[in-house]
């Protein structure tokens, strides 16, 4: 599940290194969070670190955790954390911590997209803080040590070969999973939803705050739901934005599954795009009609599998499964329509090389690349399923879901992982005080609207959910839409909750 296309977060984290005399130390909220705890909390050191584009006041710093919480003294490891702070102390309401989307999103990067935004709308009165989840970024990370031909997002995502045959996804996803085993280690199989709930905490702790308010988006709307879960006490104001499914027998193979739902949610919104007479004036419009748009994806598809097209990148040809890829990609945002629009162009002229998208023309770095395995493979036990049934699934799955081409119910490398998960996934329930806000687009490609039912099932009398009738992933302050952008802040900086579940027209 993935706020955006590609995992774009999954940067390094390349902060300013500020001179010593510019530090600024937490030890004293530090100090006073150890002694509610009777623990030592870890203190920060503050240097500058703003990002191009982002607030001038954005601070780092590295906050240790335990690499087991099991045995808390023994190895650390480092975690990068950042912070905006409030421009109206006297105002203060606390600590707002931006949770990134994923597996492999940056907090660090979001907060510097977002804190702008975030800081008009909530009018100074939060610090805005985030943290890269460990294996991203800044944060201490681990490798697989994989080829690069194992590395690209058309091989991480299991996408099968023409035709719907599995051969190669499962040699490539066996030999990952060895490779993991054998590269990875401790620092690889500490990468869970449990432990960054756990290092958020922790990061609560050496902010020294009671309790902290969240803004999650798409994965990150699941580890808010775990904190929410395992540290009820010290949540304040909640948000959760683009929720998936939080059935803890599945997890993220049930969000996989969940894709062929949300790209037939979604692509009507891009069809209605691409045949709009306004496109001609771009040369964009793909069909006379919508209901065009759809077959004449999946034939340019289909021709790519048996003749890929030489791109612009050497060696790196268009596949189908990089069109198909590139779709899914686009679906996220509205924003994205015509890059993928123009792609389709390009691949229909026999004289004009395409250009890959950027997300498809270079393979993920080691470190990105064990992040996303890792957390979705440590999680939750995956079925040792016989090739045969993932081939009959994926069989069948291509008839039912074209547009995702069997992709969602295909073999992983978590078929093949060598370690179980250390603890069971975290059960949500609707235990826990009633603070939470869920806000959710109606067509989302990633996290499906019938997938946020289930989480909302699932919090019951805890949440309220704002249901906004537009199509996209990551609703505030990502789609445009008034109503529901009013309604978190409003929640955000007054407490003010619908009463009941509520509804944004588009």
């Excluded at 902290?212 to 988006?217: D, I, K, N, T, Y």
Aim: charged fraction near 20%.
């Amino acid at each position: 599940m993935t706020t955006y296309p590609r995992k774009a977060l999954l940067l390094a984290l390349s902060a300013a290194t500020a001179a010593t005399g510019l530090a600024v130390t937490t030890a004293a909220t530090a100090a006073t969070a150890a002694a509610r705890s009777g623990a030592a909390a870890p203190a920060l050191t503050w240097h500058p670190c703003a990002k191009p584009g982002g607030p001038a006041t954005q601070e780092c710093a590295e906050l240790p955790v335990p690499l087991d919480y099991a045995d808390p003294g023994g190895r650390q490891i480092t975690v990068a954390v950042s912070r905006i702070p409030g421009e109206r102390p006297r105002a203060r309401r606390g600590s707002l911590i931006v949770i990134p989307g994923g597996p492999g999103g940056s907090g660090v990067q979001r907060l510097a997209q977002k804190g702008a935004a975030l800081q008009r709308e909530l009018g100074g009165a939060y610090d805005l803080v985030a943290l890269d989840p460990r294996g991203v970024g800044g944060s201490t990370t681990a490798s697989c040590e994989l080829a690069p031909e194992d590395r690209y997002l058309t091989s991480l995502r299991s996408w099968p070969g023409p035709d719907g045959e599995i051969t190669e996804n499962a040699a490539r996803s066996r030999r990952t999973a060895e490779a993991c085993a054998r590269s990875g280690g401790p620092v690889l199989r500490s990468f869970t939803t449990a432990n960054q709930a756990r290092d958020i905490d922790r990061f609560r702790e050496a902010l020294g705050e009671r309790k902290l308010s969240a803004w999650g988006v798409s994965y990150g709307a699941y580890v808010g739901a775990v904190y929410a879960q395992k540290f009820p006490r010290r949540t304040d104001r909640w948000v959760l934005d683009s929720s998936g499914d939080p059935d803890p027998q599945r997890v993220a193979r049930g969000w996989l599954a969940n894709m062929a739902r949300g790209a037939e949610d979604r692509f009507p919104d891009f069809a209605a795009w691409a045949a709009h007479p306004d496109r001609d004036r771009d040369g964009l419009r793909l069909a006379a009609t919508p209901q065009e748009v759809e077959p004449l994806v999946l034939a340019l598809a289909a021709s790519l599998d048996r003749a890929p097209r030489e791109s612009t990148t050497p060696g790196l040809p268009l596949t189908g499964n990089g069109l198909r890829q590139s779709l899914q990609n686009a679906l996220y945002s509205d924003s994205a329509f015509a890059s993928f629009a123009r792609l389709v162009k390009a691949a229909q002229d026999p004289a004009v090389a395409p250009a890959l998208p950027p997300e498809l023309a270079q393979p993920f770095s080691n470190e990105d690349a064990a992040l996303m395995v890792g957390v979705i493979c440590n999680d939750v036990a995956w079925p040792r399923t016989p090739m045969a049934e993932y081939q009959r699934a994926v069989d069948a799955d291509r008839t039912r879901h074209p547009l995702t081409a069997g992709l969602p119910v295909n073999v992983l490398p978590c078929s093949f992982w060598k370690t179980a998960p250390a603890e069971q996934p975290t059960r949500i329930t609707d235990e826990g005080p009633s603070d939470i806000l869920m806000i959710q687009s109606r067509r989302d490609p990633a996290t499906p609207y019938s997938g946020a039912l289930k989480m909302r099932e699932a919090l019951g009398g805890r949440a309220r959910l704002v249901t906004v009738e537009r199509g996209g992933h990551g609703v505030y302050l990502g789609n445009g839409n008034a109503c529901g952008d009013r309604t978190v802040t409003a929640f955000l900086t007054t407490g003010e909750r619908p009463a009941h579940d509520a509804y944004c027209a588009d």
